[in-house]
C-alpha cells in the first residue's frame, strides 16, 4: 500500500531554514516523480518543487535559489531544504507522487515563519 509520510516542519524566525523529509513505502521510489506542495490558509495549493527519476529539478519562481529538492533513493525519501525562509512560506508542506492511476498525497507538515 502506498504511504507518504512528512516530517521536519516547525517554527523557524524569517532568514531561518528548516528541512522536510518525506518518506515514501508501498512502490517502487525510484521510478517516480516526486513533487513538494504548499497550501497556506486561504490559499490555493501551488507546486512548490519537482524531482524526476534523473534528478533533475523544477521550482516555482517564489522559491527559486533558496530551496532545494533532493531524494535518496536507498532510503526511498525526497528532502526540501529551506533557506532564508520569508513568512509568506508559511504553508502546510505536503509531498505527492503520481502513477498511471492514482495520485498520492502525504499528511502534510506545517512551516510558520514568523517572529
Known amino acids: 500500500q502506498v504511504q507518504l509520510v512528512e516530517s521536519g516542519g516547525g517554527l523557524v524566525q524569517p532568514g531561518g531554514s528548516l528541512r522536510l523529509s518525506c518518506v515514501a513505502s508501498g512502490f517502487t521510489f525510484s521510478r517516480l516523480t516526486m513533487n513538494w506542495y504548499r497550501q497556506a490558509p486561504g490559499k490555493e495549493r501551488d507546486l512548490v518543487a519537482t524531482i524526476t527519476t534523473t534528478s533533475t529539478t523544477i521550482y516555482a519562481d517564489s522559491v527559486q535559489g533558496r530551496f532545494t529538492v533532493s531524494r535518496d533513493n536507498a532510503k526511498n525519501t525526497v528532502y526540501l531544504q529551506m533557506n532564508s525562509l520569508k513568512p509568506e512560506d508559511t504553508a502546510v508542506y505536503s509531498c505527492?507522487?503520481?502513477?498511471?492511476?492514482?495520485?498520492?498525497w502525504g499528511q502534510g507538515t506545517q512551516v510558520t515563519v514568523s517572529t
Open positions: 505527492n507522487t503520481q502513477n498511471m492511476w492514482l495520485d498520492y
